[in-house]
């Protein structure tokens, strides 16, 4: 699987953005996906991930205000960002894993779109 992740920028705070992520291959709808984010110094922290079914599950730090989603005849994932605040300053990753279940642990995910940067200015 190959990921292509797509969408960031410079917004203001409490703006949106959305974050595309498309993937190659026959298989996407059997692959759990996550979005992850990194800023500069930091360790690449979990924001959502979503099930092949469609359950989702987010960090404590982006519920209420990002929305994760999938469209599995694209083969293409997406992070609704709303009410964007400077801490969601980063570069976001797409990653995808062979699972049923909803994952937060980076470590477990065996492909890795690119990154685009996500910038929120106060």
């Known amino acids: 699987v190959q990921l292509q992740a797509s969408g960031g920028g410079l917004v203001q705070a409490g703006g949106s953005l959305r974050l595309s992520c498309a993937a190659s291959g026959r298989t996407f709808s059997t692959y759990g996906m996550g979005w992850f984010r990194q800023a500069p110094g930091k360790d690449r922290d979990f924001v959502a991930a979503i099930s092949f079914t469609g359950k989702s599950y987010y960090a404590d730090s982006v519920k209420g205000r990002f929305t994760i989603s999938r469209d599995n005849a694209k083969n293409t994932v997406y992070l609704q960002m709303n009410n964007l605040k400077p801490e969601d300053t980063a570069v976001y990753y797409c990653?995808?894993?062979?699972?049923?279940?909803?994952?937060?642990?980076?470590?477990?995910?065996?492909?890795w779109g690119q990154g685009t940067q996500v910038t929120v200015s106060s």
């Open positions: 990653a995808a894993v062979r699972t049923t279940g909803l994952i937060a642990r980076p470590d477990v995910y065996n492909y």
